[in-house]
């Protein structure tokens, strides 16, 4: 009896900050894991892909249901499943891959081709594979039609796109609001190793020209 009691007298309390500091620190941890694993949130700050997403939406993106990237490297471990044409996925812009990782910008946009696709654009429509692709989402907010060469180069591919094949591990995006996005029209391709992960829930919308939150659009799956 005398030895428990001479333990617990040799027992130190941690003082409150090291406590509070412990659990901040694990706390951090465990949000990096998710973040880079599992999930991550993202808010749209541009009309490019009206009108299914507004600016001002905030969404979350599965970091997994591709495969989760380990970091530092361009391997994926776990993939549910492939990057399919009609998904909503966020990527690292291609033209900025040779910045700094702080300099880099996330760009979100609709998969349109898969490796190996042939993808054209004629008069404002999408041909893959030489078929009309006409999905619901898309919308058309200038009656303009800019015809090639009318404007400097890569801008008239707007509305014409001569073909092109995407390469292997390679995917052609484009923005909903098909007149005012820049997209694969005007820079090109996507890598697999670019793609952060695929779009899939609204949980907040805040409209700022109103002061008001978008109750309609919270808690709406991505489509």
Not at 15 to 24: H, N, Q, S, T, V
Not at 181 to 198: A, H, L, N, P, T
């Amino acid at each position: 009896m005398s030895e428990l009691i001479e333990m617990k007298e040799k027992t130190v309390k941690k003082p409150w900050y090291r406590e509070y500091g412990e659990a901040l620190l694990v706390a951090a941890v465990l949000a990096l894991i998710i973040r880079t694993f599992v999930v991550q949130a993202f808010k749209i700050p541009s009309g490019s892909m009206e009108d299914t997403l507004l600016i001002g939406d905030h969404l979350l993106v599965s970091k997994f249901v591709y495969g989760s990237r380990i970091p530092f490297t361009d391997q994926f471990v776990l993939p549910l499943t492939t990057p399919e044409r009609g998904d909503i996925i966020v990527f690292e812009f291609p033209e900025d891959a040779d910045k700094s990782w702080w300099q880099r910008r996330d760009f979100i946009k609709r998969i349109i081709g898969l490796p190996g696709d042939l993808v054209e654009v004629r008069d404002k429509q999408v041909y893959v594979n030489g078929s009309l692709y006409h999905i619901p989402q898309e919308i058309h907010k200038e009656h303009e039609i800019i015809q090639p060469g009318s404007r400097p180069h890569p801008q008239d591919r707007r509305d014409f796109m001569a073909p092109v094949r995407v390469p292997a591990g390679h995917y052609f995006v484009m923005g909903d609001n098909r007149d005012r996005s820049y997209d694969s029209r005007f820079w090109g391709f996507v890598q697999r190793e670019q793609i952060k992960g695929k779009a899939f829930i609204k949980y907040w919308s805040w409209d700022a020209e109103r002061m008001l939150p978008r109750w309609s659009r919270i808690g709406r799956l991505i489509e």
